[in-house]
């Protein structure tokens, strides 16, 4: 005992437990910048519906948090980009933020990963390059000293704009300028055995040249496909493309056995004209194909043996969202709890309007059906079928 506990005194991570942050293959994005979205007691019913256990919100709503209490769904909070440089120089600014938006909630809400910053390597803004290590670290840092490791994931997702040349996917490495930064960040990670999350949107490389790029590449529909001459393996989809172009970019930075999970993809149902390729059925075509071939439970074409773990952007339309049509339009669902477009989810809306599921949760179910008011109906119903008899 006394060997092991000097090994954890000067080797704290090799005695780490993974915390796996995702059950299933399956989970969805949660955003929340509109003012017509169901109140998350209302969302928490339709997940349940949808049989999703998995989400990710971009903040740490408390009421969020509270309203997905003994629901059984697992969620990854975020930790936004605007907090990065003042949790990067202030340990206890990580504590106290840890303290107050993940402890307390635990261990009824299964909050079970932070990601700290979202998109940061891939965005313009240097200042945050440098902050983000820092950032990642005291976030660790806060949730070991609270003894939490083993429930609660650190992580922090990237977009594309991380890779430098990506085609064919074994070409595909880091950017230069953005390794010095990448490397160290992934070092952490591998020590505290998190995945590497990645943003992978074919719709978004399809967009940027679709006069070169077969749409049914884009949207796995029947397609001669590529081959890698390097590796010779081949992809009919761009999606495993992209994915295994992140595990050749980490291979050459040292990390081929680290795992990705895709922490974004989907396909905007509506868009700007010059949004090439935004419309309802290639959203519903995108996401109706990637969910069938998650459900297979295989991985790609050069990690045959991972399955792949997807959360699909998004749950709900976000009608504030600035930027282009596209950026307000990728929801599987309306706000009303009736789906976007039919890929197998029944949503809760009735055929009757005023008698949606989700109305009802809103205006608490339980007190809805001990009232009278269900009684007086029952025997309204049973009544008029005895006359029709």
């Known amino acids: 005992m006394a060997n092991a506990s000097f090994l954890f005194f000067l080797f704290p991570f090799l005695f780490l437990e ?48 509270t309203a997905f209490k003994n ?13 990065l440089k003042d949790m990067s120089v202030n340990e206890d600014r990580a504590m106290d933020w840890v303290k107050e938006n993940v402890e307390p909630f635990l261990p009824s809400t299964q909050i079970r990963g932070i990601a700290v910053g979202n998109e940061v390597l891939g965005s313009n803004d ?110 009919d989809n761009m999606f495993e493309a992209q994915i295994d172009a992140a595990y050749a970019a980490l291979e050459k930075a040292g990390f081929e056995k680290m795992e990705i999970i895709v922490s974004e993809t989907g396909w905007a149902s509506h868009g700007d004209e010059s949004e090439a390729g935004a419309n309802v059925q290639n959203a519903k075509t995108y996401n109706y194909n990637l969910r069938k071939r998650l459900a297979k439970k295989k991985g790609t074409p050069l990690r045959p043996k991972v399955p792949i773990r997807v959360y699909v952007f998004a749950l709900f339309n976000e009608n504030l969202k600035p930027g282009p049509t596209s950026e307000r339009n990728f929801g599987l669902f309306k706000p ?54």
């Open 126 to 235: 240097h200042e945050l390059w440098e902050v983000l290590l820092p950032a990642v670290k005291n976030v660790y840092n806060a949730i070991s000293r609270l003894h939490l490791t083993e429930k609660v994931e650190v992580s922090s997702p990237h977009s594309e704009g991380v890779f430098g040349v990506s085609f064919p996917p074994s070409a595909c490495t880091f950017k230069e300028d953005i390794l010095q930064y990448m490397k160290p960040l992934l070092q952490f990670f591998q020590q505290i055995k998190s995945p590497f999350y990645i943003n992978a949107y074919p719709f978004l490389a399809y967009m940027s040249d679709p006069e070169h790029i077969d749409i049914n590449y884009a949207l796995f529909k029947s397609n001669p496909g590529i081959r890698d001459s390097k590796t010779n393996l081949h992809y």
């Open 336 to 389: 009303d709890g009736s789906i976007s477009y039919d890929i197998g989810f029944t949503g809760l809306k009735s055929s009757a309007p005023s008698l949606s599921l989700l109305s009802l949760k809103g205006n608490g179910l339980g007190g809805w059906f001990s009232s009278s008011h269900l009684i007086v109906l029952m025997i309204c119903v049973s009544s008029l079928l005895l006359i029709s008899s």
């Open 71 to 83: 629901s059984g769904i697992e969620i990854i909070v975020g930790l936004g980009n605007e907090y």
């Open 18 to 65: 993974v915390v796996d942050a995702f059950v299933g293959k399956y989970g969805v994005n949660y955003g929340r910048i509109a003012d017509n979205l169901p109140s998350p007691e209302s969302v928490v019913t339709l997940l349940k519906a949808a049989k999703i256990r998995n989400v990710r919100i971009y903040d740490a709503d408390h009421n969020v948090l």
